[in-house]
Each structure stands twice: as structure tokens, then as C-alpha cells.
């Protein structure tokens, strides 16, 4: 089965922590992508990467962390500078410039 | 910096309306739009992509239409169904990234 995988599916992080949600994708898509969503908003891109090893920042990328050491691979750290993390987190793959999701991981501070 | 807004923000229709959902885009600069469906607490799922040398798409009961001198998007869904409801989100891109609207919020009931 191809698709995008998001792991976990829910995350709860104490205040002060660094937590890390993956994103793996057996597509073969160069392209990937990371967006938050919150209530009420439309999606905004925190980190996208068009190549292994190459990322860059996207519309709200402070306090958010990636690597991009696999094609398949794109996990993203929410580190303790993000102030208001809670909000659930997209993870994207493109391909002819049609984009695929994962089901989201849904991030919680306690 | 471009924007994007749905029309209406949330719809409620009896069993077999046809529907149109609004998107529109303070740049018109878009080159490809793609619309998609998410369920409550899910991904979003892809379900009609309009290229950039394209007007519309059509799969089943959906039709998309993109006109790019005036930067909007309409979805049309035929005959709706109670398994139409979920929340519509349009997205278009103007460089490497995709751009969201709010979404429209759908219900169907029988």
C-alpha cells in the first residue's frame, strides 16, 4: 500500500519539551511538506523540502525543527521555543504538483 | 502575500442538492489548484487537481472549474449525499508551495 505515514497519531509533551513527529512516505515523491492546522484556520506551512538534504522555511518555521536525511523520511521537532504547539500537525508529499496527506498527529501540551 | 477565501464558511443542505463551493485568491498568479476533503480529525484527501494548462476537472459527482484571470475556483458537487459532509478546502500554488483557504464546512442530512 503506497501512501504517507504519520506517526504517532496523538503526542501529548510537557511544558519545556522537545517532541518529534514522523513523516515517512514510500512514494518516491522528492517534494515534502509540514503544516499545522488550527481551529478555525487554514493550513500553514512550517518547513517544506523540494530534495534530500535541502529544506526551507516556510510561513511560521519558529520554534520547528526538520531533517531531511531520506527521500522517505521528514520528521519534524517541536521544540520548547514553540510557545503554543498544541494544534494538529499535517505532513504532505507532492508529485506533478498534486499533493498527498497523511492522517495528521495531533499534538497536545500538558 | 497571497490569500485565499471559501465561500460560504459552512453549508447545510437536504439529501440530492446540487452545490457550489467558492474559492478565491487575492493573487491570480496560480498556476495549479487542487481541491480536498477532510473528514473530522483526519488528513485531507486529494480529489480534483486542475494544472496549470488546464479550466477543470471532473470525477464523478465533482466538477472543478479554475478561472485564472479572475483567480477563482468553484466546486460543484451533483446530487449531494449524506457521505458528502466533511469540510472543503481549496489550495493553490504560485511557486513551490500550496497555499489554503479556511474551508467550507458541509453537512448532508437525509
Known amino acids: 500500500d503506497g501512501g504517507i505515514t504519520q506517526s504517532p497519531k496523538y503526542l501529548f509533551r510537557k511544558e519545556g519539551q522537545n517532541v518529534t513527529l514522523s513523516c515517512e512516505q514510500n512514494?518516491?515523491?522528492?517534494?515534502m511538506y509540514w503544516y499545522r492546522q488550527d481551529p478555525g484556520q487554514g493550513l500553514r506551512l512550517i518547513y517544506y523540502?523540494?530534495?534530500?538534504?535541502?529544506?526551507q522555511k516556510g510561513d511560521i518555521a519558529e520554534g520547528y525543527s526538520v531533517s531531511r536525511e531520506k527521500k522517505e523520511s521528514f520528521p519534524l521537532t517541536v521544540t520548547s521555543a514553540q510557545k503554543n504547539p498544541t494544534a494538529f500537525y499535517l505532513c504532505?508529499?507532492?508529485?506533478?504538483?498534486?499533493?498527498?496527506f497523511g492522517q495528521g498527529t495531533r499534538l497536545t501540551v500538558v | 502575500k497571497q490569500e485565499v477565501t471559501q465561500i460560504p464558511a459552512a453549508l447545510s443542505v437536504p439529501e440530492g442538492e446540487n452545490l457550489v463551493l467558492n474559492c478565491s485568491f487575492t493573487?491570480?498568479?496560480?498556476?495549479?489548484l487542487q481541491w480536498f476533503r477532510q473528514d473530522p480529525g483526519k488528513g485531507l484527501t486529494s480529489l480534483l487537481l486542475?494544472?496549470?494548462?488546464?479550466r477543470e476537472q471532473t470525477s464523478g459527482r465533482l466538477n472543478a472549474s479554475l478561472d485564472k484571470s479572475s483567480g477563482r475556483s468553484t466546486l460543484y458537487i451533483a446530487a449531494s449525499q449524506p457521505g458528502d459532509s466533511a469540510t472543503y478546502l481549496c489550495?493553490?500554488?504560485?511557486?513551490?508551495?500550496?497555499?489554503f483557504g479556511t474551508g467550507t464546512r458541509l453537512q448532508v442530512f437525509p
Open positions: 504532505a508529499s507532492s508529485w506533478r504538483n498534486e499533493a498527498f
Open positions: 512514494l518516491n515523491h522528492d517534494a
Open positions: 523540502s523540494q530534495i534530500v538534504n535541502d529544506f
Open positions: 493573487d491570480s498568479a496560480i498556476y495549479n
Open positions: 486542475i494544472q496549470s494548462s488546464q
Open positions: 489550495a493553490g500554488d504560485n511557486t513551490d508551495k500550496l497555499i
